[in-house]
């Protein structure tokens, strides 16, 4: 069954990742998973890190390692703000697990409540989300 379709633009600090009509999106908010169809209710919510999809059809999806950011929903329209959406075939397990070990050891070193450490932790938190994208 066709959905009605919206527009949903992804936005990286190096440029637009993703910008077509879709008909539903699936990420991670701060306060848990939400799926996004034409005419939601406005919104405006903080991501986590995850696999973000974006639903072209029920058999089409377009899928994203996700890092943090922001999403906003509007006038029927879907604005991601995110530090990096990476598509899962550009990801290196190899790097991230590195990245995700390095990451682990930092805020294991840095002094407990510092922002050092919750910076470490939000990195750990990223390259795990990103290894069970590329799995």
Do not use: W
Request: without cysteine; negative net charge; aromatic residues 6%.
């Amino acid at each position: 069954m066709a959905r009605t379709t919206f527009p949903v633009e992804v936005l990286t600090p190096e440029g637009e990742v993703f910008n077509e009509e879709i008909e539903m999106l699936s990420t991670r908010t701060s306060v848990g998973s939400i799926g996004i169809l034409a005419n939601h209710a406005p919104l405006l919510a903080q991501l986590e890190p995850t696999e973000l999809r974006l639903y072209r059809s029920e058999a089409e999806i377009v899928r994203f390692a996700q890092a943090e950011g922001y999403l906003q929903f509007a006038e029927n329209r879907a604005l991601l703000l995110v530090e990096e959406a990476i598509a899962p075939d550009a990801l290196d397990r190899q790097t991230l697990t590195t990245r995700l070990d390095e990451a682990r050891s930092a805020a294991e070193r840095a002094p407990e409540g510092s922002e050092e450490r919750a910076r470490a932790l939000r990195d750990a938190k990223r390259y795990e989300a990103f290894l069970s994208v590329a799995a």
